[in-house]
Each structure stands twice: as structure tokens, then as C-alpha cells.
């Protein structure tokens, strides 16, 4: 079974349009986050929910706004798409045990967002 | 803030060269590090990580040592093979359930 999934792959979409990225962990973790990495490879965290509650907000752009309907989703609507915004984005998920300083997150398979 | 510095890329080596791919950090405290590997055209999987300083992670031929006092988190493998090639991602993370600070990643290609 896939732990952390991602739909759709990829995604193409006109500038302007507003799309949605969805994903969802099966591994009981607390903690989700979304990260956008550009074309030069580089990972920047975008978003991390805790118990769907917002606790890590970068300085990304009011377009973007995540949704965690329960602990085990955090979905990613964005509006009026432009052309930066092409990247792969990746959601994530790790536990929230204090003690278990040693958690890796589990990664998806990321969403290829082209914007035309 | 906290930060990773990874040397920049691509890496070329033949099959069977020895792999070294340098890491350091900038944190205050003592956070966890992991190496991340990503094949192409797939999402990012853990290779190793280490907790406190002179731990040592490994996996799949791969090591890194946690230097605390060169703020260090080197990898390294001794004969690397054609299905290593992937960019590596160094991180580091202050607390459990925080992000991920990762460094710029370093693409590597081995050759047959």
C-alpha cells in the first residue's frame, strides 16, 4: 500500500486557472507538509499541518491555500496560476512524538505542475 | 536560521569510483540529518540519518558521519554502481514533527 499518494502526476493547465492537488497519508502521522521544488532541483517547504491545524506557513503567495479536511489529507488549491508556479510539488508526512527526534517524513511521488 | 550547504553538481564517476558528497549545516542546538535520495522521475526516499553528533547512518553501501564540531554530514560510498545515479539531498530537522531544511541537492551520474 502507498503511505504518503499524490493525485494527479502531472498536471498541465492554462495560466489563470485554479487547480487542485490532492494527497493522503495511510501512516497515522500528525504532521503533513507541502513542498515545491523548482527546476534547478532545489526543495522549499511551502505549508506543515499539524492535527489540521496550520503551524508552518512560508512566505508563499495568498494563491496558494491548503486544506486539511482531517489529519490523514492536506490538499493543495491554487488560484489564477501563472507561469512560476510550474514545479514538482510534493506532500509529505512525519509523526509529532517529542521523543522520536529521529522521524524521517515520508515523501510522495510529486505532482508535476506545468503551466502553459 | 538553520541552513544546509551541499556542494553543487553534476558529479560524474565511472562505476565501481569512490563517492563523496559534502555536507555542512548551520543550526543552533543539536538537530537530526538525513540524506535523501531521489531516482529520476520519482519522489524523495531516505537513505540514512543520524540523531547526535559521531553517529554514524548507513544503507545500501552509504554512510555519513555526524561531526558536531565541523558541522558536518558527509556522504560517502566506497564503489558506487549505474543504479546510483540520483540527486542526493542533505537535511536537517530541530524538532520532531518540524520541517525539513534541505540543501540544494547534488545530481550524480554514474557511468558504465
Known amino acids: 500500500d502507498t503511505a504518503v499518494s499524490q493525485t494527479p502526476k502531472y498536471l498541465v493547465t492554462q495560466m489563470g486557472n485554479d487547480k487542485s492537488i490532492k494527497c493522503e497519508q495511510n501512516?497515522?502521522?500528525?504532521?503533513m507538509y507541502w513542498y515545491k521544488q523548482d527546476s534547478k532541483k532545489f526543495l522549499k517547504i511551502m505549508f506543515s499541518?499539524?492535527?489540521?491545524?496550520?503551524?508552518i506557513n512560508e512566505t508563499v503567495p495568498n494563491r496558494f491555500s491548503p486544506k486539511s479536511p482531517d489529519k490523514a489529507h492536506l490538499n493543495l488549491h491554487i488560484n489564477s496560476l501563472e507561469l512560476g508556479d510550474s514545479a514538482v510539488y510534493f506532500c509529505?508526512?512525519?509523526?509529532?512524538?517529542?521523543?522520536?527526534?529521529?522521524?524521517?517524513?515520508?515523501f510522495g511521488q510529486g505532482t508535476r505542475l506545468t503551466v502553459v | 536560521g538553520n541552513s544546509v550547504t551541499q556542494m553543487e553538481g553534476p558529479v560524474t564517476l565511472s562505476e565501481e569510483a569512490f563517492l563523496t558528497i559534502n555536507c555542512t549545516y548551520t543550526a543552533t542546538g543539536y538537530p537530526s540529518l538525513f540524506w535523501y535520495v531521489q531516482y529520476p522521475g520519482e519522489g524523495l526516499q531516505l537513505l540514512l540519518k543520524a540523531t547526535k553528533a559521531d553517529d554514524k547512518g548507513s544503507n545500501k553501501g552509504f554512510e555519513a558521519t555526524y561531526r558536531k564540531e565541523t558541522t558536518s554530514f558527509h556522504l560517502e560510498k566506497g564503489s558506487v554502481q549505474v543504479s546510483d545515479s540520483a540527486v542526493y539531498f542533505c537535511a536537517l530537522r530541530k524538532a520532531a514533527g518540524n520541517k525539513l531544511t534541505f540543501g540544494g541537492g547534488t545530481r550524480v551520474l554514474v557511468k558504465p
Open positions: 501512516l497515522g502521522h500528525d504532521t
Open positions: 509529505a508526512s512525519s509523526p509529532y512524538e517529542r521523543s522520536l527526534l529521529n522521524t524521517e517524513a515520508f
Open positions: 499541518y499539524n492535527n489540521k491545524e496550520l503551524i
